[in-house]
């Protein structure tokens, strides 16, 4: 039995330029950090039957892997040619729907379990890319690639994306205390509303590909936009200006909007015109595409006011803080494996 853990993400600056429809055009930029809430993935090779076994919010039991509903599961097994007698099952920490890369983060811990299992060990960008290839090239999900990189190194990690869709990554290294600093401000608040982030993508989707579109120059432009600001702001972390973040999400909020009608709620606009307002928050934005899940707002000061209204409102604040490591193998049990707690990484597969 082989578990792994894999961190959730929240972008903080660049946010769907990984999108294939907009970085195969002008290239991407992604900022984003690895929270220290997880998904668990645990697969074993049952010692009698022949059957494939899959627990997550449902259960699936089938004689072949072919029968599978789970499309990231069923892919995942076929990849690494897994047919029959097999178990998977996954618990996290968050629920699905919320913008933080649930399901890059299960493909990408079941991806880290698999290889694990096999005793193949892979370099984390070689994971990522695995992830990637059965997302956007095997189903064809109208995502980008920030989640699967994210998932699979975590940290404050920096993504630059070509057109050609290479991706270079860089991991921040910041001070415990611009961490501890960083964190106390950026609130994360869950409004209890779920959306597929892959019907809120598919406005950005459209209009970046149809160049006649009388939306895709509003689209672009915005994209734009967001990208320079995603620059802007990892230079504001990079020197410890966190105010200068958090008005700069404002920005990137007001940018994010422009992409589609259903970024945002109505109840969550009014909200977040009133805590700008009463309560010392210079920005925010709903993490992820767009549509619910987390609101996340900067607040320097009378943090306590912020939280208590929030609170009132039906939006309980998520404490968390950030997570400097990606996807891990946290237990490995039977088939003459000890157990252990590891990082999949360069040093360690060399």
């Known amino acids: 039995m082989i578990v792994t853990r894999t961190p ?9 330029t990984d999108l294939p429809s907009y970085y195969s055009q002008h290239g991407g930029f992604i900022f984003a950090m690895g929270l220290d809430k997880y998904m668990y993935v645990t697969v074993n090779r049952p010692m009698v ?3 494939i076994r899959l627990h997550y919010s449902n259960s699936e039991v089938v004689d072949h892997v072919d029968d599978l509903r789970h499309e990231l599961a069923r892919e995942a097994l076929k990849a690494h040619g897994i047919h029959d007698t097999f178990e ?12 933080l890369g649930s399901s890059s983060c299960y493909l990408v811990g079941l991806l880290n379990a698999l290889h694990h299992d ?43 994306i070509s057109p050609e869709g290479d991706v ?21 608040y869950y409004t209890g509303a779920l959306r597929n ?4 993508l598919v406005d950005q989707n459209v209009a970046m590909q149809q160049k006649e579109s009388v939306n895709h120059q509003r689209v672009a432009d915005s994209l734009h936009r967001i990208k320079d600001l995603g620059y802007r702001i990892l230079e504001a972390i990079e020197c410890s200006n966190f105010d200068k973040w958090g008005q700069m999400l404002d920005e990137h909020w007001q940018n994010k909007k422009q992409l589609s009608n259903k970024i945002s709620l109505t109840k969550v606009d009014a909200i977040y015109d009133e805590v700008r307002a009463r309560h010392n928050v210079l920005g925010g934005k709903i993490i992820g595409a767009g549509g619910g899940g987390f609101l996340m707002l900067y607040c320097a000061k009378n943090h306590t006011k912020l939280e208590q209204f929030m609170f009132e409102q039906g939006m309980p604040r998520m404490h968390y803080t950030v997570e400097a490591e990606g996807t891990k193998v946290v237990a490995q049990m039977g088939h003459g494996f000890r157990s252990v707690t590891r990082s999949l990484g360069n040093k360690e597969n060399s």
């Open 197 to 200: 982030a892959k019907e809120v």
């Open 168 to 188: 270079r990554v860089r991991q921040l290294t910041p001070s415990s205390g611009d961490i501890a600093d960083l964190v106390a401000s950026t609130h994360i």
């Open 49 to 51: 039957g022949h059957q």
């Open 8 to 16: 959730f993400r929240v972008t903080l600056g660049g946010g769907g």
């Open 88 to 99: 998977v099952a996954s618990i996290a920490d968050l629920p699905a729907g919320t913008g």
């Open 118 to 160: 096999r005793r193949d060990y892979v370099p984390l960008q070689a994971l990522a890319e695995e992830a990637c290839h059965i997302e956007l090239n095997v189903l064809r999900e109208g995502i980008g690639k920030q989640d699967q990189y994210m998932a699979a190194y975590g940290g404050l990690t920096v993504l630059e």
